[in-house]
């Protein structure tokens, strides 16, 4: 059973930085794309950054404050966070998916989330 665990967390005030790391381990596979997602309470989990072989995504939001980068490992992936504002916090959740292909000759989706770390900014 995989497992991914995520750090990095915690409370900081506006303006200030954190770096949330995640690994994921116990898994054959290596994942193509790593990202990190984001859910603030009664909002919908949005998209915060995705690395895709190098390719990398950013939510309009964070543009030019965060930056999202792999290990070494390809199976472990970072979330520079600066400058950070109150409407940054939220529960950061970190996402890994491959996709695989599978001996029936069709590509099945293989995916894993972690189970969230609190990052609250305050004003």
């Known amino acids: 059973q995989a497992q991914v665990v995520e750090s990095g967390g915690g409370l900081v005030q506006t303006g200030g930085s954190l770096r949330l790391s995640c690994t994921v381990s116990?898994?054959?596979?290596?994942?193509?794309?790593m990202g990190w997602y984001r859910q603030d309470v009664g909002k919908q989990r949005e998209l915060v950054a995705a690395?895709?072989?190098?390719?990398?995504t950013y939510a309009d939001s964070v543009k030019g404050r965060f930056t999202i980068s792999r290990g070494t490992d390809k199976n472990t992936v970072y979330l520079q966070m600066n400058d950070l504002k109150p409407e940054d916090t939220a529960v950061y959740y970190c996402?890994?998916?491959?996709?695989?292909?599978?001996?029936?000759?069709?590509?099945?989706?293989?995916?894993?989330w972690g189970k969230g770390t609190q990052v609250t900014v305050s004003s």
């Open positions: 690395d895709t072989g190098g390719d990398t």
């Open positions: 996402n890994a998916q491959v996709s695989v292909l599978t001996p029936r000759g069709s590509y099945e989706k293989v995916e894993h």
């Open positions: 116990r898994s054959m596979f290596s994942f193509k794309t």
